[in-house]
Protein backbone atom coordinates (compact mmCIF):
# COMPACT_ATOMS: atom_id res chain seq x y z
CA UNK A 1 0.00 0.00 0.00
CA UNK A 2 2.70 2.73 0.86
CA UNK A 3 4.90 1.42 -2.51
CA UNK A 4 0.94 1.87 -4.41
CA UNK A 5 0.51 5.24 -2.37
CA UNK A 6 3.77 6.70 -2.92
CA UNK A 7 3.46 5.51 -6.68
CA UNK A 8 0.15 7.64 -6.40
CA UNK A 9 1.63 10.63 -5.38
CA UNK A 10 4.73 10.78 -7.69
CA UNK A 11 2.15 10.60 -10.80
CA UNK A 12 -0.09 13.54 -9.55
CA UNK A 13 3.35 15.36 -8.97
CA UNK A 14 4.31 15.34 -12.44
CA UNK A 15 0.72 15.46 -13.81
CA UNK A 16 0.95 18.98 -12.16
CA UNK A 17 4.49 19.48 -13.66
CA UNK A 18 3.23 18.79 -16.86
CA UNK A 19 0.11 20.52 -17.01
CA UNK A 20 1.90 23.72 -15.44
CA UNK A 21 4.35 23.56 -17.96
CA UNK A 22 1.54 23.28 -20.52
CA UNK A 23 0.02 26.00 -19.57
CA UNK A 24 3.05 28.37 -19.50
CA UNK A 25 3.31 27.29 -23.27
CA UNK A 26 -0.23 28.19 -23.87
CA UNK A 27 -0.10 31.88 -23.42
CA UNK A 28 0.01 34.14 -26.23
CA UNK A 29 0.25 37.86 -26.01
CA UNK A 30 -0.75 40.21 -28.28
CA UNK A 31 1.23 43.09 -29.25
CA UNK A 32 -0.67 45.99 -31.49
CA UNK A 33 1.13 49.50 -32.96
CA UNK A 34 0.41 51.53 -36.18
CA UNK A 35 3.10 51.03 -38.13
CA UNK A 36 2.84 49.17 -41.47
CA UNK A 37 4.41 46.38 -42.06
CA UNK A 38 7.51 47.52 -43.94
CA UNK A 39 8.19 49.93 -41.01
CA UNK A 40 11.53 49.25 -38.86
CA UNK A 41 8.95 49.52 -35.85
CA UNK A 42 7.12 46.10 -37.47
CA UNK A 43 10.37 44.05 -37.68
CA UNK A 44 11.41 45.31 -33.97
CA UNK A 45 7.94 43.83 -33.00
CA UNK A 46 8.76 40.75 -35.14
CA UNK A 47 12.14 39.86 -33.61
CA UNK A 48 10.57 40.92 -30.27
CA UNK A 49 8.11 38.24 -30.76
CA UNK A 50 10.50 35.24 -32.42
CA UNK A 51 13.19 35.42 -29.52
CA UNK A 52 10.45 35.84 -26.52
CA UNK A 53 9.34 32.81 -27.80
CA UNK A 54 12.69 31.06 -28.53
CA UNK A 55 14.07 32.37 -25.01
CA UNK A 56 11.16 31.24 -23.22
CA UNK A 57 10.90 27.38 -24.55
CA UNK A 58 7.49 28.36 -26.12
CA UNK A 59 6.05 29.33 -23.22
CA UNK A 60 5.38 32.42 -24.34
CA UNK A 61 4.47 33.55 -27.59
CA UNK A 62 3.46 37.02 -28.97
CA UNK A 63 1.19 37.69 -32.04
CA UNK A 64 1.77 40.79 -33.76
CA UNK A 65 -0.70 43.27 -34.99
CA UNK A 66 0.78 46.21 -37.43
CA UNK A 67 -0.87 49.00 -39.38
CA UNK A 68 -4.01 49.99 -36.77
CA UNK A 69 -5.02 46.22 -37.39
CA UNK A 70 -6.88 46.27 -33.93
CA UNK A 71 -8.25 49.94 -33.72
CA UNK A 72 -6.46 53.44 -33.79
CA UNK A 73 -3.89 54.24 -31.45
CA UNK A 74 -6.18 55.96 -28.90
CA UNK A 75 -8.29 52.74 -29.09
CA UNK A 76 -5.03 50.47 -28.72
CA UNK A 77 -3.53 52.05 -26.01
CA UNK A 78 -7.24 52.17 -23.92
CA UNK A 79 -7.07 48.23 -25.16
CA UNK A 80 -3.60 47.90 -23.15
CA UNK A 81 -5.23 49.64 -20.15
CA UNK A 82 -7.94 47.26 -19.32
CA UNK A 83 -5.88 44.33 -20.09
CA UNK A 84 -7.90 43.46 -23.70
CA UNK A 85 -4.53 43.88 -25.45
CA UNK A 86 -1.49 42.97 -23.83
CA UNK A 87 1.11 44.99 -25.77
CA UNK A 88 1.31 48.30 -27.57
CA UNK A 89 3.70 50.68 -28.92
CA UNK A 90 2.25 54.28 -28.44
CA UNK A 91 3.83 58.00 -28.61
CA UNK A 92 4.17 59.53 -25.81
CA UNK A 93 1.65 62.07 -26.81
CA UNK A 94 -0.66 58.57 -26.75
CA UNK A 95 0.51 58.22 -23.08
CA UNK A 96 -0.17 62.01 -22.14
CA UNK A 97 -3.56 61.40 -22.38
CA UNK A 98 -3.23 59.55 -18.80
CA UNK A 99 -0.93 61.23 -16.92
CA UNK A 100 0.31 65.36 -18.48
CA UNK A 101 3.82 64.43 -17.15
CA UNK A 102 4.60 62.82 -20.71
CA UNK A 103 3.89 65.72 -22.57
CA UNK A 104 7.10 67.48 -21.72
CA UNK A 105 9.15 64.93 -23.83
CA UNK A 106 7.71 66.43 -27.11
CA UNK A 107 8.96 69.96 -26.23
CA UNK A 108 9.62 71.22 -29.78
CA UNK A 109 13.50 71.47 -30.60
CA UNK A 110 14.19 70.51 -26.93
CA UNK A 111 16.91 67.63 -28.38
CA UNK A 112 20.04 68.29 -30.34
CA UNK A 113 19.94 64.58 -32.23
CA UNK A 114 18.98 61.23 -31.62
CA UNK A 115 21.81 60.30 -29.35
CA UNK A 116 20.72 63.32 -26.92
CA UNK A 117 17.34 61.96 -27.11
CA UNK A 118 17.82 58.71 -26.17
CA UNK A 119 20.48 59.63 -22.90
CA UNK A 120 17.55 61.61 -21.40
CA UNK A 121 14.62 59.26 -22.18
CA UNK A 122 16.29 55.84 -21.22
CA UNK A 123 18.06 57.03 -18.33
CA UNK A 124 16.53 60.10 -16.37
CA UNK A 125 13.46 60.18 -17.56
CA UNK A 126 12.34 56.50 -17.61
CA UNK A 127 12.76 56.48 -14.30
CA UNK A 128 10.59 59.23 -13.49
CA UNK A 129 7.97 58.39 -16.07
CA UNK A 130 8.07 54.21 -15.72
CA UNK A 131 5.95 54.51 -11.79
CA UNK A 132 3.77 57.16 -13.29
CA UNK A 133 2.83 54.36 -15.98
CA UNK A 134 2.36 51.83 -13.85
CA UNK A 135 0.33 53.48 -11.87
CA UNK A 136 -2.01 54.22 -14.68
CA UNK A 137 -1.77 50.26 -15.73
CA UNK A 138 1.44 50.27 -18.19
CA UNK A 139 4.66 48.84 -17.11
CA UNK A 140 7.14 50.58 -19.76
CA UNK A 141 9.42 48.08 -21.06
CA UNK A 142 11.93 50.30 -23.23
CA UNK A 143 11.88 53.35 -25.22
CA UNK A 144 12.05 52.34 -29.18
CA UNK A 145 11.99 54.58 -32.03
CA UNK A 146 10.07 56.71 -33.95
CA UNK A 147 12.49 59.83 -34.70
CA UNK A 148 12.78 63.72 -35.53
CA UNK A 149 9.21 64.70 -37.19
CA UNK A 150 9.47 66.59 -40.84
CA UNK A 151 6.90 68.69 -42.81
CA UNK A 152 5.71 68.21 -46.12
CA UNK A 153 2.88 70.16 -48.28
CA UNK A 154 1.71 69.97 -51.81
CA UNK A 155 1.91 73.91 -52.32
CA UNK A 156 5.16 75.37 -51.78
CA UNK A 157 8.77 74.91 -50.09
CA UNK A 158 9.21 75.10 -46.54
CA UNK A 159 12.21 77.52 -45.78
CA UNK A 160 11.28 79.89 -43.15
CA UNK A 161 8.50 79.80 -40.05
CA UNK A 162 6.05 82.33 -42.72
CA UNK A 163 6.20 79.85 -45.37
CA UNK A 164 3.96 78.09 -43.34
CA UNK A 165 1.48 80.89 -42.78
CA UNK A 166 -2.41 79.68 -44.09
CA UNK A 167 -0.96 76.01 -44.67
CA UNK A 168 -3.78 73.20 -43.98
CA UNK A 169 -1.56 70.83 -41.45
CA UNK A 170 -2.55 67.34 -40.22
CA UNK A 171 -1.36 67.05 -36.51
CA UNK A 172 -2.39 63.64 -34.64
CA UNK A 173 -4.13 64.14 -31.42
CA UNK A 174 -0.98 65.33 -29.34
CA UNK A 175 -1.02 69.58 -29.06
CA UNK A 176 2.43 69.45 -28.67
CA UNK A 177 2.59 69.41 -32.13
CA UNK A 178 -0.77 70.97 -32.63
CA UNK A 179 0.89 74.20 -30.72
CA UNK A 180 4.17 74.07 -32.63
CA UNK A 181 2.24 74.16 -35.88
CA UNK A 182 0.12 77.20 -35.04
CA UNK A 183 3.36 78.64 -33.27
CA UNK A 184 4.10 78.90 -36.94
CA UNK A 185 0.82 80.23 -38.71
CA UNK A 186 -0.34 77.02 -40.11
CA UNK A 187 -3.87 76.22 -39.78
CA UNK A 188 -4.27 72.58 -37.86
CA UNK A 189 -6.67 70.02 -38.70
CA UNK A 190 -6.64 66.29 -36.78
CA UNK A 191 -7.14 63.61 -39.35
CA UNK A 192 -7.24 59.99 -37.70
CA UNK A 193 -4.25 58.69 -39.51
CA UNK A 194 -5.53 55.66 -41.58
CA UNK A 195 -7.36 58.63 -43.31
CA UNK A 196 -4.23 60.41 -43.73
CA UNK A 197 -3.20 59.73 -46.89
CA UNK A 198 -6.51 59.85 -48.59
CA UNK A 199 -6.98 63.45 -46.90
CA UNK A 200 -3.36 64.47 -48.77
CA UNK A 201 -4.70 63.27 -52.06
CA UNK A 202 -8.03 64.97 -52.28
CA UNK A 203 -6.73 67.85 -51.01
CA UNK A 204 -8.28 68.17 -47.56
CA UNK A 205 -4.97 69.33 -45.89
CA UNK A 206 -2.35 70.95 -47.80
CA UNK A 207 0.70 69.03 -45.94
CA UNK A 208 1.63 66.97 -42.72
CA UNK A 209 4.07 66.32 -40.33
CA UNK A 210 6.08 62.90 -39.32
CA UNK A 211 9.38 60.94 -39.38
CA UNK A 212 10.73 60.29 -42.43
CA UNK A 213 10.55 56.56 -42.38
CA UNK A 214 6.91 57.24 -42.37
CA UNK A 215 6.45 59.30 -45.09
CA UNK A 216 8.41 56.72 -47.01
CA UNK A 217 6.49 53.20 -45.83
CA UNK A 218 3.24 55.63 -45.98
CA UNK A 219 3.97 56.60 -49.99
CA UNK A 220 3.16 60.09 -48.52
CA UNK A 221 5.76 61.35 -51.37
CA UNK A 222 2.73 60.30 -54.20
CA UNK A 223 0.80 63.02 -53.10
CA UNK A 224 2.99 65.82 -50.99
CA UNK A 225 5.58 67.70 -53.37
CA UNK A 226 7.59 69.67 -50.57
CA UNK A 227 9.69 67.99 -47.78
CA UNK A 228 11.60 70.32 -45.32
CA UNK A 229 13.92 68.72 -43.03
CA UNK A 230 12.54 70.98 -39.52
CA UNK A 231 13.27 68.07 -36.98
CA UNK A 232 10.72 69.88 -34.78
CA UNK A 233 9.49 67.61 -32.54
CA UNK A 234 11.03 64.13 -31.44
CA UNK A 235 9.08 61.19 -31.27
CA UNK A 236 9.76 57.57 -30.14
CA UNK A 237 7.55 54.50 -29.42
CA UNK A 238 7.34 53.53 -26.09
CA UNK A 239 7.27 49.46 -25.52
CA UNK A 240 4.19 48.87 -22.81
CA UNK A 241 2.85 46.22 -21.74
CA UNK A 242 -0.60 46.10 -19.22
CA UNK A 243 -0.30 45.49 -15.49
CA UNK A 244 -2.40 43.21 -15.89
CA UNK A 245 -0.65 40.82 -18.38
CA UNK A 246 2.54 41.68 -16.17
CA UNK A 247 0.87 39.84 -12.90
CA UNK A 248 0.77 36.96 -14.84
CA UNK A 249 4.70 36.34 -16.38
CA UNK A 250 6.98 34.54 -14.02
CA UNK A 251 10.43 36.85 -12.88
CA UNK A 252 11.87 34.94 -15.29
CA UNK A 253 9.73 35.85 -18.35
CA UNK A 254 9.80 39.05 -17.06
CA UNK A 255 13.34 39.56 -17.23
CA UNK A 256 12.85 37.69 -20.95
CA UNK A 257 10.46 39.98 -21.66
CA UNK A 258 11.92 43.23 -20.68
CA UNK A 259 15.64 42.30 -22.02
CA UNK A 260 14.20 41.14 -25.66
CA UNK A 261 12.17 44.79 -25.72
CA UNK A 262 15.27 46.74 -25.08
CA UNK A 263 17.07 44.65 -28.01
CA UNK A 264 14.07 44.86 -30.23
CA UNK A 265 14.50 48.70 -29.76
CA UNK A 266 18.08 49.10 -30.43
CA UNK A 267 17.18 47.37 -33.67
CA UNK A 268 14.55 50.19 -34.55
CA UNK A 269 17.27 53.09 -33.39
CA UNK A 270 20.10 51.64 -35.56
CA UNK A 271 17.48 51.21 -38.79
CA UNK A 272 15.79 53.71 -38.47
CA UNK A 273 19.25 55.98 -37.99
CA UNK A 274 20.76 53.80 -40.54
CA UNK A 275 18.03 54.20 -43.16
CA UNK A 276 16.96 57.92 -43.23
CA UNK A 277 19.61 59.89 -45.37
CA UNK A 278 19.16 57.17 -48.12
CA UNK A 279 15.54 57.55 -47.86
CA UNK A 280 15.33 61.14 -48.03
CA UNK A 281 17.31 60.41 -51.45
CA UNK A 282 14.93 58.18 -52.41
CA UNK A 283 11.96 60.31 -51.64
CA UNK A 284 14.08 63.16 -54.07
CA UNK A 285 14.54 61.01 -56.51
CA UNK A 286 10.84 59.92 -56.67
CA UNK A 287 9.96 63.45 -57.15
CA UNK A 288 9.87 65.39 -53.18
CA UNK A 289 11.49 68.69 -53.69
CA UNK A 290 13.68 68.36 -49.91
CA UNK A 291 14.45 71.85 -47.91
CA UNK A 292 16.42 72.25 -45.52
CA UNK A 293 15.61 75.32 -43.35
CA UNK A 294 17.78 77.14 -40.26
CA UNK A 295 16.45 75.73 -37.37
CA UNK A 296 17.17 78.87 -35.40
CA UNK A 297 14.54 80.74 -36.67
CA UNK A 298 11.89 78.09 -36.31
CA UNK A 299 12.92 77.89 -32.67
CA UNK A 300 12.69 81.67 -31.99
CA UNK A 301 9.18 81.27 -32.96
CA UNK A 302 7.92 78.48 -30.43
CA UNK A 303 7.39 80.84 -27.79
CA UNK A 304 3.83 80.77 -27.78
CA UNK A 305 4.15 77.13 -28.23
CA UNK A 306 6.42 76.43 -24.70
CA UNK A 307 3.88 78.18 -22.93
CA UNK A 308 0.85 76.45 -24.42
CA UNK A 309 2.35 73.07 -23.37
CA UNK A 310 3.92 74.45 -20.13
CA UNK A 311 -0.02 74.94 -19.06
CA UNK A 312 -0.74 71.73 -20.44
CA UNK A 313 1.82 69.38 -19.18
CA UNK A 314 2.52 71.47 -16.10
CA UNK A 315 5.46 73.91 -15.06
CA UNK A 316 6.88 71.56 -12.77
CA UNK A 317 6.93 68.94 -15.21
CA UNK A 318 8.22 71.46 -18.20
CA UNK A 319 11.27 72.51 -15.63
CA UNK A 320 11.58 69.02 -14.14
CA UNK A 321 12.38 67.55 -17.75
CA UNK A 322 14.23 70.47 -18.47
CA UNK A 323 16.48 69.81 -16.13
CA UNK A 324 17.61 66.78 -17.26
CA UNK A 325 17.30 67.48 -21.19
CA UNK A 326 20.52 70.05 -20.06
CA UNK A 327 22.04 67.80 -17.68
CA UNK A 328 22.47 65.34 -20.49
CA UNK A 329 23.61 67.46 -23.49
CA UNK A 330 27.13 67.00 -24.57
CA UNK A 331 29.71 68.91 -22.92
Not at 2 to 29: D, E, G, H, M, P
Not at 91 to 100: E, F, I, M, P, V
Not at 186 to 200: D, G, H, Q, R, S
Not at 286 to 293: E, H
Request: aromatic letters at 8%.
Amino acid sequence: MKLKTLFSCCLTTAALAFLSTNTFAQVTLKLAHFAEIGHPANQAALQFSKRVEERTNGQVKVSVYPANALGSPPEQLQQVKLGVLDMGLPTQGALDKYNKAFAVVMLPFVFDDLAHAHRVLDGPAMDWLAPIAEKDGFVMLANWEYGFRNLTNSKLPINAPGDLKGLKIRVPPEMQLEAAMEALGANVTKIAFPELYMALSQGVVDGEENPIAVIMHNKFYEVQKHLALTRHAYNSMVHVISTKTWAKLTPEQRIIVKEESRLAGELMRKTIAGEEDAQVAKLQSLGMLVTRPDLKLFRVAMAPAYKRIATYAGEANVQQFMLMVDAQRSK
